[in-house]
Nanobody, 125 residues
Framework: QLQASGGGLVQPGGSLRLSCTFS????????IGWFRQAPGNEREGVAI????????TYANSVKGRFTISRDNAKNTVYLQMNSLQPEDSAVYYC????????????????????WGQGTLVTVSS
């Protein structure tokens, strides 16, 4: 129900845009967002969007550099990533949760029930 794409190799300081197309029941889920997992690390929340009120939540490490957005006509959520750094290298996943979460829980990967396959982002010169 979730299909992520857009990963690749980019130089430090460069940009990438990830896309996540959703379908079926996930169209009505309130929370949708992006997570990432680097080798040896836990999966961490990056950016979350609420369908109901369009509020966004970002990890501190990406604030000001990443932007999450949604195109309802295309059932797609995007993650625009600018000023990429090597520490942003990871497999990026999109995920949804049917019910709304309080702000403090939105970046917690354990709260999300539907996951797409990952797309690899490598930032390297």
């Amino acid at each position: 129900q979730l299909q992520a794409s857009g990963g690749g190799l980019v130089q430090p300081g460069g940009s990438l845009r990830l896309s996540c197309t959703f379908s079926g029941s996930t169209v009505e889920h309130d929370m949708i967002g992006w997570f990432r997992q680097a080798p040896g690390n836990e999966r961490e929340g990056v950016a979350i969007l609420s369908r109901r009120d369009r509020s966004t939540t970002y990890a501190n490490s990406v604030k000001g550099r990443f932007t999450i957005s949604r195109d309802n006509a295309k059932n797609t959520v995007y993650l625009q990533m600018n000023s990429l750094q090597p520490e942003d290298s990871a497999v990026y996943y999109c995920a949804t949760r049917q019910r709304r979460l309080v702000l403090s829980a939105r970046l917690d990967a354990a709260q999300y029930d539907v996951w797409g396959q990952g797309t690899l982002v490598t930032v390297s010169s």
